[in-house]
């Protein structure tokens, strides 16, 4: 049984697993947390270790956000940059990771655009230290194709309108009795 993080379904499965006495390994492996919930959180404890290259984009995402001025310039920096992404940089929300990937993504479609801003705004650079580069971009890459993956597990697992438990059944029963 797979059921959120709260104390009353803390308590109900108490009351349920003191009826299996006897059957199912006495309840052993019948109350699993979300899987969901347990992907966010490992997701977010391994974003935690701060990495310069996301930092750094982090930072300039931040300033071009911060006016509509600068917004207008960094637009009219993807025209320059011939962006045909229709993505535009978006912010982070701080207790979801996966707006950490939607972000990067969403960077990384317009990153040819960061150099030609530079030039536009000259306190760019100033105010944000460097202007993302290659390097930083290369790095992004491989962390969104890292974190490709605990969105799909994450998508998979947080499915409302079906069942997902057969789907790891045999997976859960194999190594609990291994």
């Avoid at 969901?36 to 990495?51: D, F, P, T």
């Avoid at 993807?78 to 229709?86: F, I, L, P, W």
Wanted: hydrophobic share 35%; aromatic share 12%.
């Amino acid at each position: 049984m797979t059921v959120d993080n709260a104390k009353t379904n803390d308590a109900a499965l108490n009351i349920i697993v003191k009826e299996l006495l006897g059957i199912y390994e006495n309840g052993k492996h019948f109350y699993i947390r979300c899987m969901a919930h347990i992907i966010n959180l490992v997701v977010k404890m391994g974003l935690k270790h701060e990495v310069y290259h996301v930092k750094n984009l982090q930072d300039a995402v931040k300033y071009i956000r911060a006016s509509p001025q600068r917004i207008k310039t960094f637009k009219q920096a993807m025209k320059d940059a011939a962006v045909e992404s229709q993505r535009f940089l978006c912010g982070e929300t701080p207790t979801r990771w996966n707006s950490t990937f939607e972000f990067l993504r969403s960077a990384y479609d317009v990153k040819d655009a960061f150099l030609e801003y530079s030039h536009q705004d000259p306190m760019f650079q100033k105010t944000v230290g460097r202007v993302p580069s290659h390097s930083d971009f290369e790095m992004i890459k491989k962390m969104m194709e890292f974190l490709e993956k605990f969105k799909k597990k994450t998508k998979k697992f947080s499915c409302s309108t079906k069942s997902i438990f057969h789907t790891y059944t045999r997976e859960i029963l194999y190594r609990a009795t291994s």
